[in-house]
């Protein structure tokens, strides 16, 4: 068993660092997605001044994000809504999960390279790249914690020290903040008043206890709305067989390689093996102990969850069900698998080590050949977020860039940076890391290396939009890419400026790299006449010319204007 736990260890810690290094590359302090919908609910309510228990409790689409949305608070009370914190806390809760795993591993019985390999795989699955999504988006560390709850809660009813009320007490508090992380956690009830009863809590604290989760059910299902964009529940149930097979992809999306119909037959095979276990442990609770029973329910909770996100999304199609988030439910519920199936092997021979094994090449290698695979793609989407920043602080809100930020068009990321601009938070609490050098914009053309390596693909100029120039960049000799980009009018004053940040495959195949091939987009607030020259600007302070007389044409609407047509304001 020794060697196989010694094998397991390292590919648990590089899974481990591989997802740290993941969290490290694609962060960068700009909110978006849900979390530029939480901004803009904040900063309509009247931000600190407005914002209440009534916003706090009001629905983010189909979930009460309470506890969420008060470590949002804290990023933006404490540290100026960086996002840093949120990452962090992802990363603690996750590493906090794989560690109460281990503890109940260990409390079974486990010690010695058994143990080990455990903990090992607990871990290398808690940050796996799988799910990198939760790892680069703030706005995830409510799809972190409401697992990370749910287990506590479990741990506190069944293994928890002091009396039975302590017990109860504990897992109505967990089981309170599981709800109110995500809609899921309401299926931690139903699993608390089963572990209750199979623990012997009778009696007033068990009547508490259903009373706490019946009201706490019955309140949030009473005030229930499908999303409008989502597939509603009440009719979904009349698709079982739809909501199943969505249901059992999403468990398997961590082992996704093995193919769709084996993972369909793995994971029915599993619910089945859950399900018998649960059985076997009602009947004959002598052969169980508590710590089973946790990891029975925890991975009773996570199908549960498989099913109630199938209500809202299968008509999405099963392809939806393997996206990067799910992949943290997948893993903690095939890991709660092989926990228990650990320990009903460990007394045979070889066995474990061969499970051990096993589990851990098929939980942990995709993963890391993900991380080769996925990150540059990654990089190209935290620079392509950066990007949406320099051009709106550069030349003002741009739908375009802004797509990158929100899913789709809309006026709320336009709202959002605005009011983030106006309090200084997030991307603009420190602008330097979005801003050219201050010598770049006031004298760019100086001093001037060689002609870069590149081409400016092209420039446009209208009294909406601005000028626009585009293109990319290289040093000729070294390949090396010009951070900023800088564009001047005849009078050889800056009237564009931006980043080499556009990810784009086809100048990585021209500079022969995987990892960089960014193109440029400089802009500028005001319509300019005459030629343009474009200069890139390096780290280092080098300076190199792209392109000299580009001519900045007129959009084709403009063209076809009648000859007397003028501006809106002049009429």
């Known amino acids: ?65 309470v506890v969420p949305a008060l470590f949002f608070l804290l990023d933006i009370g404490l ?12 990363v603690v809760s996750s590493l906090v999960h794989a560690a109460l795993l281990a503890w109940l591993f260990r409390r079974l019985g486990h010690r010695g390279a058994l ?36 287990t506590l809660a479990f741990a506190a009813l069944a293994v928890g020290e002091g009396g039975r009320w302590w017990r109860v007490a504990g897992a109505i508090v967990f089981g309170l903040a599981s709800t109110y992380t995500m809609a ?36 949030e299902l009473s005030g229930f709305r499908p999303h409008g964009t989502h597939s509603d529940p009440a009719e979904t149930l009349l698709q079982p067989l739809a909501v199943g097979h969505y249901a059992l992809r999403y468990l398997t999306t961590a082992v996704a390689v093995i193919g769709p119909t084996a993972r369909d037959i793995l994971g029915a095979a599993l619910v089945l093996a859950i399900g018998g276990l649960t059985v076997d442990a009602v009947l004959r609770p002598a052969r169980y102990r508590a710590e089973h029973g946790v990891l029975l329910a925890l991975a009773g909770f996570v199908v549960a969850a498989a099913l109630l996100t199938a209500l809202g999304r299968v008509g999405f199609g099963l392809a939806q069900a393997d996206a990067s988030r799910y992949a943290t439910p997948s893993l903690l519920f095939l890991v709660a698998v092989l926990g228990l199936a650990l320990d009903r092997i460990a007394g045979i021979r070889a066995l474990p080590a061969v499970v051990a094994g096993g589990g851990a090449l098929v939980l942990l290698v995709p993963g890391l ?32 860039a802004a797509l990158s930020l929100f899913p789709r068009a809309s006026t709320v990321p336009a709202r959002v940076l605005e009011r983030l601009d106006a309090a200084g938070l997030g991307p603009f609490a420190d602008r330097t890391r979005f801003v050219p050098p201050a010598d770049a914009l006031r004298d760019p053309g100086r001093p001037l290396a060689e002609m870069c390596r590149g081409a400016v693909d092209g420039a446009v100029s209208d009294p909406v939009n601005g000028v626009q120039v585009w293109g990319w960049a290289a040093d000729k000799a070294s390949d090396e890419q010009p951070r900023w980009i800088v564009a001047t009018g005849a009078d050889d004053t800056v009237v564009a400026w931006g980043a080499s940040l556009v990810w784009r495959p086809d100048v990585a195949a021209a500079l022969g790299t995987r990892w960089g091939g960014r193109g440029f987009m400089a802009t500028g607030p005001k ?19 792209v ?25």
Not at 135 to 142: A, G, K, M, Y
């Open 1 to 65: 068993m020794r060697p196989v736990a010694a094998v397991v260890l390292v590919l648990g810690l590089a899974s481990a660092a591989a997802g740290l290094a993941i969290a490290a590359l694609g962060y960068a302090p700009i909110p978006f997605g849900d979390s530029l919908s939480f901004f803009r609910k904040f900063f309509d309510a009247g931000g600190w001044d407005g914002y209440g228990l009534a916003e706090l409790y009001a629905r983010h689409n189909e979930h009460r994000i």
């Open 79 to 90: 540290f100026r809504a960086s996002q840093a914190f949120l990452i962090v806390v992802t």
């Open 115 to 150: 143990l080990g390999a455990f903990t090992a795989v607990a871990a290398g699955t808690a940050l796996s790249p799988l799910a990198w999504e939760n790892l680069v988006w703030s706005f995830q560390v409510q799809f972190i914690q409401v697992w990370l709850f749910a």
């Open 184 to 219: 899921n956690g309401l299926a931690v009830w139903p699993l608390l008043f089963g572990l209750a009863w199979w623990r012997g809590v009778r009696g007033a604290p068990f009547w508490l206890l259903a009373a706490v989760g019946a009201a706490v059910v019955a309140v």
């Open 369 to 400: 050949v993900l991380t080769w695979k996925e990150l540059p793609s990654i990089a190209g989407s935290r620079d392509s977020r950066i990007n949406a920043i320099v051009e709106y602080m550069a030349g003002g809100y741009r739908p375009a």
């Open 527 to 545: 319509p300019v006449d005459g030629p343009l020259t474009v200069y890139g600007a390096f780290e280092d302070g080098r300076r190199c010319a």
């Open 547 to 571: 392109a000299t007389g580009v001519a900045a044409a007129e959009p084709r609407f403009l063209g076809d204007l009648p000859s007397l047509a003028s501006p809106a304001a002049s009429c």
